[in-house]
């Protein structure tokens, strides 16, 4: 039987719709014009800030709200929102990065554990660390409820970190160059969140697209959940999902531009 109901996309960017290597965007852009043309929303949920995802919306010249910092918060104009941030409405469901720093520099010095953070970083070693101008990573620096980190001490180490994340409220999600330490939140809360404030009163296809392991909440909660492939690390796995699974055979945009492309019935 055929779906019915309204379509909604929500897509990872780095490695997912943006290339792992330049960040293009370019072999996406057939289906983004198919999403424009059919007037789909689609959302982008990240792990990068607020700052930066204000310029790359009007690179994509994407006007829909969207999720910052894995799920730490909504962005935009929707209904719900109840706060604001870098002057625009938002909806917040993480603490603010600032404890989160103020922390970790505290068990970094009492625990001698081995890492650094964004908050060591300046934005020329930011650039050359993570492959970005300077300017982008000026915007991946303002941060405002996660504290991305590279980690460097031992794997037992790293156990006895994770459990004392956990046991005051935070936790560390596996990206794709960095862990980000972060309040309880994920992708796939802020997805279903939004989605029924855009869709009160009719229950949307959601349809979520990325590459990581900081994507499995947003892909295991989706209708449909696309797995896009990458060169760079094996697929994540997706323990229970709701919804179908789809693995595309092409990497980044390309894979995202085909699986778009053939569930909207553009191919």
């Known amino acids: 039987m055929t779906d019915t109901r309204p379509d909604i996309v929500f897509t990872d960017l780095d490695g997912t719709l943006l290339d ?13 014009a198919l999403l424009n043309s059919n007037a789909v929303p689609w959302i982008m949920n990240t792990s990068k800030t607020c700052a930066e995802l204000r310029v790359l919306g009007r690179q994509l010249e994407n006007t ?11 962005v935009g104009d929707f209904p719900g929102a109840d706060d604001r941030l870098g002057g625009l409405p938002c909806k917040r469901f993480a603490p603010a990065r600032a404890e989160i720093v103020t922390l970790l520099e505290q068990w970094r010095e ?6 650094y953070g964004f908050f060591d970083l ?15 990573a000026a915007l991946a620096l303002q941060r405002d409820f996660s ?14 970190f994770l459990g004392m994340l956990e046991a005051v409220g935070l936790q560390a999600l596996g990206g794709g160059r960095f862990i980000h330490v972060m309040g309880n939140t994920d992708k796939g809360k802020a997805m279903r969140w939004l989605a029924a404030q855009l869709y009160p009163e009719q229950t949307p296809r959601i349809i979520a697209l990325g590459d990581s392991g900081n994507d499995v909440a947003m892909l295991a909660a989706a209708d449909v959940g696309v797995v896009i492939r990458s060169p760079h690390h094996s697929a994540p796995d997706i323990p229970k999902p709701s919804g179908r699974l789809i693995y595309s055979e ?11 492309k053939a569930l909207l019935g553009g191919s």
């Open 250 to 260: 092409e990497f980044g945009p390309a894979g995202w531009n085909t699986a778009i």
């Open 64 to 74: 829909h709200p969207f999720i910052v910092e894995n799920g730490a918060a909504v």
């Open 122 to 136: 300046d934005t020329k070693a930011l650039a050359d660390i993570a492959g970005l101008t300077e300017e982008q």
């Open 147 to 160: 504290e991305p980190i590279n980690w460097q001490d031992s794997d037992e180490r790293l156990q006895q």
């Open 20 to 32: 792992h290597d330049d960040y293009s965007f370019a072999a996406a852009s057939e289906a983004l």
């Open 110 to 115: 009492q625990y001698k554990f081995t890492f």
